[in-house]
């Protein structure tokens, strides 16, 4: 007799995912959410500051959601917004969304409104599921901007974490159609939708399913090597590809706790990492740079952390070396994207050439091609140009948006990365930037990341983001927006001359520098590029120093 999923789920055991991953290979987080309940209803499946889910609210509260999903009308399974803080909420969401047989669009927390009715239109959303107030904004006054902006949900669900309900409110006619019926979506059917991180333009709705992340999880896992004894801390946004692994799937198929917060906070991040015992850390590279020029990290014992994943930016060597010094934790990482899933990966295993100073091998289930400018196949040692992809990690493309697929495939089908890329012949990669993050200064294309990491190792920078800025003859230039460590000053000729001194070549050095207080950060928790490049100009001609030229 075949066995079902629910027979399945009865037989699964806390901390065993990675030994036998093919149980769960057809199983919901849902339904082994619903296994832990019966289980260990009483262990801890998310813990905060103040309190911790139990398995058991967490499946209750799924429930709660699911059913006020099944009362808004809609053909199913047609899409639902979330807007939750980053804590239990949005993972009973999530589940609940995924019993009541609807596709969870997801939305980041801090996402301003523009982007919550982008999101929303793109995906053809008219319930939203929220919290009673988020980032200090009723529930209520969100609605109203969001019909400023021609967007109007038909239903709210608000949910009350604390309390453990869901309430819908009926604000307009309901979409016609069924309530969904009992059928169960497969591990292989787009789900979740989320979206690009929104740091250079509006973001696009990226279609996932189950399988995919289940996959991802299995390969942190074993890099990892994360079992049932661990406790995880993530704190980077839970919507996006980063914080769906490391805190909605990992932890729940291994039925293990994850420590989360409604917002980053440096001081919080460091008690938390001392008070649950935490071993392995989930965070940006931004967040973990902060937590290292903290006090807080002088502050709490963090000595129980064996394991920081990091990425979403480049790792910077320096920063990671000191981490692992500090806290005797391995910098772990992958390379890939929301889209593509992993390219590559560092592990345990690795060296620490490997594992500080590249983003690892390159994962062989995901078939990686190098393509040159002309879309043909890079060969030799050492491949340099776009990555494109075809294995189990990917997404299913962008949410019913041909002209974005189109962009996105190659014509035979490879997903691309927006990335320029360099593999040697041992199979690592490393990043050298982005498509779109290059200067193009007199037709010469120069790399803001290779930029960012010479400027990050001046002792006086404590973060940075260079952007090109206007110019009349060059097209643009090179600024480098810098926040400075604590009691430093530095100026453009000064980190001219300091980069001559360490042999880089003229035209890479940054031609304006610009200081600000902190850098921003998109929804996404990466640093908000849009946002330097508008300090640059606005600081340009006031408190900019302007250094030599940087090359002709």
């Known amino acids: 007799m075949m066995m079902t999923n629910s027979d399945v789920a009865q037989s699964i055991v806390p901390g065993t995912f990675a030994a036998v991953p093919e149980l769960y290979e057809e199983l919901s987080v849902d339904e082994v959410v619903r296994a832990w309940a019966r289980q260990i209803p009483g262990g801890p499946a998310f813990i905060t500051t103040t309190r911790a889910t139990t398995w058991r609210e967490y499946d209750r509260l799924a429930d709660a959601i699911a059913r006020e999903l099944r009362a808004t009308g809609g053909e199913p399974p047609s899409p639902v917004a979330l807007l939750l803080p980053d804590t239990a909420g949005v993972h009973a969401a999530l589940c609940g969304c995924h019993r009541a047989g609807r596709v969870a669009a997801a939305v980041g927390a801090r996402s301003g409104v523009r982007e919550i009715a982008h999101i929303m239109s793109r995906a053809g959303a008219a319930v939203l599921v929220t919290a009673p107030s988020i980032r200090g904004r009723s529930w209520c006054d969100l609605v109203d901007q969001l019909r400023a902006r021609g967007v109007s949900p038909a239903d709210v669900v608000v949910v009350d974490e604390e309390a453990g309900t869901a309430t819908r409110h009926r604000l307009g006619v309901a979409p016609t159609g069924a309530v969904p019926s009992g059928r169960r979506f497969t591990t292989s059917e787009v789900t979740i939708l989320n979206s690009t991180s929104g740091t250079t333009g509006l973001p696009k709705v990226v279609a996932h399913n189950e399988r995919k992340w289940a996959e991802f999880s299995l390969v942190a896992a074993l890099g990892g090597r994360i079992g049932p004894d661990d406790v995880v801390c993530s704190v980077v946004p ?37 008070r649950e015992r935490v071993t392995v850390l989930c965070c940006v590279s931004t967040q973990f740079k902060m937590l290292l020029r903290s006090r807080a990290v002088r502050r709490h014992d963090l000595s129980s952390l064996r394991v920081l994943y990091t990425g979403g930016e480049p790792v910077p060597y320096g920063d990671a070396r000191t981490f692992e010094e500090r806290t005797g934790a391995s910098v772990l990482q992958f390379y890939g994207s929301n889209e593509a899933g992993a390219v590559s990966r560092t592990t345990l295993d690795d060296d620490e050439e490997t594992r500080l100073r590249t983003c690892g091998h390159v994962l062989e289930s995901m078939n990686v091609r190098v393509l040159d400018d002309s879309g043909a196949d890079c060969t030799g040692r050492l491949r340099r140009g776009q990555p494109a992809v075809r294995g189990p990690l990917v997404s299913a ?72 800025v206007p110019d009349d003859l060059f097209g643009e230039r090179v600024c480098a927006v810098v926040v400075l460590a ?14 001559r001194s360490s042999g880089v070549t003229a035209e890479y050095l940054p031609e304006y520098l610009v200081t600000v207080d902190q850098l921003a950060v998109g929804p996404g928790g990466k640093t908000d590029r849009r946002a330097a490049h508008a300090a640059a100009v606005a600081l340009l001609g006031r408190s900019v120093s302007v250094g030599p030229s940087g090359g002709s």
Do not use: Q
Not at 418 to 426: M, T
Not at 444 to 462: A, D, F, P, Q
């Open 397 to 468: 493309g962008y949410w019913e948006d041909s002209t974005a697929n189109a962009e996105l495939y190659t014509e035979d089908g490879w997903m691309k990365l927006g990335d320029v890329v360099e593999i040697d012949d041992a199979g690592r990669v490393r990043v050298v930037g982005r498509k779109a993050d290059f200067v193009i200064r007199g037709g010469k294309n120069i790399s803001i990341v290779e930029i960012e990491g010479l400027v990050r190792g001046h002792e006086s920078v404590s973060d940075v983001a260079v952007v090109g």
């Open 486 to 499: 604590d009691d430093c000053r530095l100026d453009t000729e000064s980190l001219a001359n300091w980069l």
């Open 238 to 274: 839970a919507p996006f590809g980063f914080g769906l692994w490391s805190a909605h799937f990992l932890p729940a198929l291994l039925g293990i706790p994850v420590v989360v917060t409604s917002r980053f906070d440096v001081e919080e991040t460091a008690m938390m990492i001392e």
